[in-house]
């Protein structure tokens, strides 16, 4: 079986586990990818890779091993110069600094990834609502309340516009993007 083929295959495998909540598992699974990927010398999926290792870290509470895999991947995903999965990978980065409770790197990491948000006028609205939920966390982590709470009013209305999307594409009966925004909301006291 040709490497890129074993590679994609692990990365699935990963895929499977995590949604399934084995986490041991998938993080082995991701491993494997990762070095296929490096040893096909294949930059744009190790990026990927290495991002679904962070990731899985995320999920077992290993914030540091998570920030760890995701500089790499941002640093290959940097080389690549491709806008689009440079703000993704730049979201997953700053939601791991805020784990990590490293707020100035954060927010500069935020500022980063809006710029591009802001250079790409045609982004699905759900990686939009996704980055704008993320500015919001961090906003309410910091402490500026007021400014959190109209993110997270422009994001309970972007989820809402996504309803059809939850349910058709993730099975969804409710709107989970809608139902954090009104809690953050009432945690805000609005």
């Known amino acids: 079986m040709d490497m890129i083929v074993k590679a994609e295959d692990a990365l699935q495998r990963g895929e499977t586990a995590r949604g399934e909540a084995r986490l041991a598992e998938a993080a082995e699974a991701f491993a494997e990818a990762s070095a296929l990927f490096r040893h096909a010398d294949n930059p744009p999926r190790l990026a990927h890779a290495l991002s679904r290792e962070a990731q899985v870290a995320r999920d077992a509470l290993r914030f540091h091993a998570a920030r760890d895999y995701q500089e790499q991947a941002l640093d290959l995903a940097r080389r690549q110069a491709d806008p689009v999965v440079l703000r993704q990978m730049l979201r997953h980065m700053g939601d791991i ?3 990590c ?9 935020y500022a980063e990834m809006m710029d591009l948000y802001r250079k790409a006028p045609d982004t699905p609205p759900l990686e939009l609502a996704n980055a704008l939920r993320s500015l919001a966390c961090h906003t309410e982590a910091v402490g500026n309340r007021r400014e959190a709470a109209a993110l997270w009013r422009d994001v309970r209305r972007r989820y809402a516009a996504l309803g059809d ?9 409710g709107n989970p993007g809608v139902d954090e925004a009104d809690s953050r909301l009432r945690a805000l006291g609005e």
Do not use: H, K, S, V
């Not at 409770?101 to 990491?109: L, P, V």
């Open 97 to 99: 600094l805020l784990d």
């Open 165 to 173: 999307q939850f349910r058709d594409a993730f099975g969804l009966n």
């Open 101 to 109: 409770e490293a707020y100035e790197a954060a927010g500069a990491t």
